[in-house]
C-alpha cells in the first residue's frame, strides 16, 4: 500500500523499495551468486562452496569459513543500506571491498526465501534467520560450523513477470559458471567448490602461483599458451598473461579483465589490449588474454554501477599506455614464427629475455623454448635494430587510444633474417632460408607487403611520405564519391605522397606517387586510395592532432597500398632481390603476419623434418 501525504507524491512502501532494489542488481540466478559470494570473501573467507539446483531458481547455496556474525549483526545485515564496508563519504573514494552498498541481502531476500545460518569462530552456536519475500518468519539459535551459509529458493517465485524472463536451467548455470570462473581467476588464494545438481562438483584448491590457477580453471592447454607479462609505473601494477600472436581465437570471449581482484567489463582495458595486437593478428582473430590491474588510491572509481561490473578510471589514457605498451613489449621480444604443424603452441616458440627495465616477462608455463631454429650463429645480438621508431611524435601519438603507431613501436627481434643462409626461391613465391637447427619458409608477397607497410606508416608519422613525380601525368577515372573523397581530404592525400589534381567531375589527374611504390601503376593506387579515404569523416582533416586523429584510418590505406605494390606471387625474383626482401625485414618492427593477417614465415625444426624421412 502506498503511503499519501495528501499529495500525488507518495512513498514507496519498503517492501517495494525493496523489490526495486532487487531489479538493479538480482537479474537472474548468477546476479545472487556473484553478490553472495562477493560478501563471503568480504567476511575473510579463505574456503568458498556455491551449490546450485535447476540452474539457480530451486536454490543457491553459499557457505564460507568466514568470520560470521553476531545474531544482532544478522539481523542488521538484512537492513536496507546496512553495511560493515564503509563509515563516511570518504571511503567511496578507497572501496577495496567487493560489497559496500548494503543492498544486497534485503535486495535478494525480498523475492525469494532465505535462510541464513551464521557462527563466530569463537562462539559456541550459530544463529540462524528464515525469511519469506523478505519479512522474517523465525530465527534462532542453530548448530554448524564457524562461517556464515546462506540459503536462497524460489527465485521470483511469487514474482511471475520476473521469473518468466529466466532463460533454461542450463543458460542459466552458464551465467552462475561464467562468473565464478572469473572470481576464480582473480583469486587463487580461495579455495573453490561449485556443485550443479547431482553432478560431480568442480573444485579449485587454493594456490600461490596465477598460472596454476588458470590451469585449473581455463585447462592446461589454454595456460600453456599464455606469456606472461608485469610491469609497475605511476598508474598502477599490471600482470597479465596473454597468448602469442599464433594461438587467436574467433571472438573476445578468451579475454578476462581484472581491476583490484574485481571481475570487470571495461572497454578502456579490453581496446588497449587488442590496439597490442592490432597488426599482429590476422582480422577477425582476438587473443586469449587474463589481465590483473592493480590501482591503489583513487584511481579507480568502482561505485558506478549497481552490479559493480564497471569502473571508471582518473586517468584512463594513462591505463591505455600502460596496458597497450607492457602486451607490445612483450610481444616484441619474441621471434614469433608460425610452425609447420596445424595446432602450433605458444610453448613451441624461440623466446627471448626482456630487453626494457620496466617491463618483466619470462617463458611459457613449461619453458620449451626453441632458440636455436631462429638465432643463426652470425647474428648481432647487441647491435640495435637497424631502425628505432621511438620518437616524440609517436610518444604524441601514444596518448590517444586507438590512434598511436601501433606496428612502429615494436622493436625488431633478435633475429636477423639477413643473416641467415637463402636457398633459393621455391614455386617463383616462397623464400627458402635455412636457420641453425631448421629450415624457414617466407612468403615473398607478405614479407615485402609487411616492409611497405612499415615504412609507408613510419613515413607518415615522422614527416610525411616521401613523393616520386612521373615523367608523364595519367588521368585516372574514379567514381563520384570517390572523386569526392580525394578533394574533401586533399591535405591528407598530399601527406600520404600523392600529388593529384581534379579532372572533372570524376576524374584526377596524377603528378606524383608515394616513392615507396615508384614504378607501379599509379591507377589502382589512387582508386584503392579513394575507396579507403571514403570512410573517413570529411572534419576529421581539420584542426590540431589532425594526423594522429586520422592516423588509425590511414593504416587501412598503408596496408591496402603496400598490398597493391608488394611483389606478387609467382614473381621470379633475381637472387639480389630476395636478398633485400630478406635484409629489409631486419630493418623494422617484427610482426608474424602481414597487415591483412597473413603469416610471413613458417619455420619447420630438423626435428620435425627428421621425423618426416623417418630418421627419429
Request: charged share 25%; hydrophobic share 40%.
Given at each position: 500500500?502506498l ?5 500525488r507524491?507518495q512513498?514507496l512502501p ?8 532487487a531489479?538493479?542488481?538480482?537479474e ?7 553478490e553472495?559470494?562477493e560478501?563471503a570473501?568480504d ?10 539446483k535447476?540452474?539457480g ?5 553459499i ?6 556474525m553476531?545474531p544482532g549483526?544478522?539481523?542488521l ?8 564496508k ?5 571511503d ?12 544486497a ?7 525469494s526465501?532465505?535462510?541464513?545460518f551464521?557462527?563466530?569462530a ?8 528464515n525469511?519469506?519475500?523478505?519479512a ?13 551459509r ?18 533454461t536451467e ?8 561464467d ?17 550443479r ?14 598460472i ?26 599490471l600482470?597479465a ?7 587467436t581465437?574467433s ?31 590476422p ?7 587474463v589481465l ?11 561505485n ?7 569502473v571508471r578510471?582518473?586517468d584512463?589514457q594513462?591505463?591505455h599506455?600502460?596496458?597497450r ?6 610481444m ?8 609447420a604443424s ?9 623466446l627471448a ?5 620496466t617491463?618483466?616477462?619470462s617463458g611459457t608455463r613449461?619453458?620449451?623454448a626453441r ?12 647491435e ?6 621511438v ?18 613501436e615494436?622493436?625488431s627481434s ?10 633459393g626461391?621455391l614455386?617463383a ?5 635455412e636457420?641453425?637447427?631448421g ?15 612499415e ?8 614527416r ?8 608523364l ?5 574514379l567514381?563520384?564519391?570517390g572523386?569526392?573523397a ?5 591535405e ?9 589534381e581534379?579532372?572533372g ?6 603528378r606524383a606517387i608515394?616513392a ?6 599509379p591507377?589502382?593506387?589512387?582508386r584503392?586510395?579513394a ?17 594522429l ?6 593504416d587501412?590505406v ?9 611483389r ?8 639480389h632481390?630476395q ?8 630493418t ?5 603476419t602481414?597487415?591483412?593477417g597473413?603469416p ?10 627428421e621425423?618426416r624421412?623417418?630418421?627419429?
Amino acid at each position: 500500500m502506498l503511503k499519501t501525504l495528501g499529495n500525488r507524491i507518495q512513498l514507496l512502501p519498503d517492501a517495494l523499495i525493496d523489490q526495486i532494489a532487487a531489479g538493479e542488481v538480482v537479474e537472474r540466478p548468477a546476479s545472487v551468486v556473484k553478490e553472495l559470494v562477493e560478501n563471503a570473501l568480504d567476511a575473510g573467507a579463505g574456503r568458498i562452496r556455491i551449490d546450485v539446483k535447476d540452474g539457480g531458481k530451486a536454490l543457491v547455496a553459499i557457505t564460507d569459513d568466514g568470520r560470521g556474525m553476531s545474531p544482532g549483526d544478522a539481523r542488521l545485515a538484512l537492513s536496507r543500506h546496512a553495511t560493515s564496508k564503509i563509515t563516511n563519504l570518504a571511503d567511496l573514494e578507497t572501496v577495496a571491498s567487493f560489497g559496500f552498498r548494503g543492498e544486497a541481502l534485503p535486495a535478494i531476500a525480498s523475492v525469494s526465501r532465505m535462510r541464513l545460518f551464521t557462527r563466530l569462530a569463537d562462539s559456541e552456536e550459530g544463529f540462524a534467520i528464515n525469511l519469506e519475500a523478505g519479512a522474517v518468519i523465525n530465527s534462532g539459535t542453530a548448530g554448524g560450523p564457524p562461517g556464515t551459509r546462506i540459503e536462497v529458493a524460489d527465485l521470483f517465485a511469487k514474482i511471475p513477470a520476473r521469473r518468466k524472463y529466466l532463460k533454461t536451467e542450463s543458460t542459466e548455470w552458464g551465467h552462475i559458471h561464467d562468473w565464478v570462473r572469473r572470481l576464480g581467476l582473480a583469486l587463487p588464494g580461495v579455495h573453490f567448490e561449485l556443485r550443479r545438481d547431482n553432478k560431480t562438483p568442480i573444485i579449485w584448491p587454493a594456490t600461490s602461483d596465477p598460472i596454476d590457477r588458470i590451469a585449473a580453471v581455463l585447462g592446461e592447454g589454454e595456460a600453456d599458451a599464455l606469456v606472461p607479462v608485469e610491469c609497475e609505473d605511476a598508474t598502477g601494477h599490471l600482470q597479465a598473461f596473454v597468448s602469442s600472436p599464433e594461438v587467436t581465437r574467433s571472438n573476445a570471449n578468451g579475454i578476462y579483465l581484472f581491476v583490484n581482484g574485481r571481475p570487470v567489463r571495461d572497454k578502456v582495458m579490453r581496446h588497449a589490449l587488442l590496439t597490442a595486437y592490432r597488426d599482429l593478428l590476422p582480422k577477425a582473430r582476438f587473443p586469449s588474454a587474463v589481465l590483473f590491474l592493480t590501482i591503489v588510491g583513487t584511481g579507480v572509481d568502482v561505485n558506478v554501477h549497481p552490479a559493480k561490473w564497471e569502473v571508471r578510471f582518473a586517468d584512463s589514457q594513462a591505463i591505455h599506455q600502460l596496458i597497450r605498451r607492457a602486451v607490445r613489449d612483450a610481444m616484441a621480444q619474441r621471434n614469433w614464427l608460425g610452425e609447420a604443424s596445424a595446432q602450433p603452441k605458444a610453448t613451441d616458440h624461440p623466446l627471448a629475455g626482456p630487453t626494457h627495465p620496466t617491463y618483466h616477462t619470462s617463458g611459457t608455463r613449461s619453458q620449451n623454448a626453441r632458440d636455436a631454429l631462429a638465432t643463426s650463429p652470425t647474428t648481432s645480438v647487441g647491435e640495435p635494430a637497424a631502425t628505432d621508431w621511438v620518437l616524440a611524435k609517436r610518444d604524441e601519438a601514444n596518448d590517444l587510444p586507438g590512434l598511436e603507431a601501433a606496428s612502429s613501436e615494436l622493436r625488431s627481434s633478435s633475429l636477423q633474417f639477413g643473416n641467415l643462409r637463402l636457398l633459393g626461391q621455391l614455386l617463383a613465391s616462397y623464400l627458402l632460408v635455412e636457420g641453425k637447427e631448421g629450415l624457414l619458409m617466407i612468403d615473398q608477397h607478405a614479407a615485402h607487403e609487411r616492409v611497405l607497410y612499415e615504412r609507408l606508416r613510419a613515413e607518415w608519422i615522422e614527416r610525411g611520405v616521401d613523393r616520386q613525380g612521373l615523367l608523364l601525368s595519367v588521368t585516372v577515372e574514379l567514381d563520384p564519391l570517390g572523386a569526392l573523397a580525394l578533394q574533401r581530404h586533399i591535405e591528407t592525400v598530399d601527406r600520404l605522397g600523392f600529388e593529384l589534381e581534379p579532372f572533372g567531375e570524376s576524374s584526377v589527374v596524377v603528378r606524383a606517387i608515394p616513392a615507396l611504390l615508384s614504378g607501379r601503376d599509379p591507377a589502382p593506387l589512387v582508386r584503392d586510395l579513394a575507396e579507403q579515404l571514403q570512410d573517413i569523416p570529411g572534419g576529421e582533416t581539420e584542426g590540431a592532432g589532425a594526423e594522429l586523429r586520422l592516423l588509425s584510418a590511414a593504416d587501412k590505406v598503408f596496408a591496402s597500398l603496400a598490398c597493391h605494390s608488394a611483389r606478387r606471387f609467382g614473381d621470379h625474383l633475381p637472387e639480389h632481390e630476395q636478398q633485400q626482401i630478406l635484409r629489409d625485414l631486419d630493418t623494422i618492427p617484427w610482426a608474424p603476419t602481414c597487415p591483412h593477417g597473413r603469416p610471413v614465415a613458417v619455420a619447420y625444426s630438423l626435428p620435425e623434418i627428421e621425423r618426416r624421412f623417418a630418421r627419429r
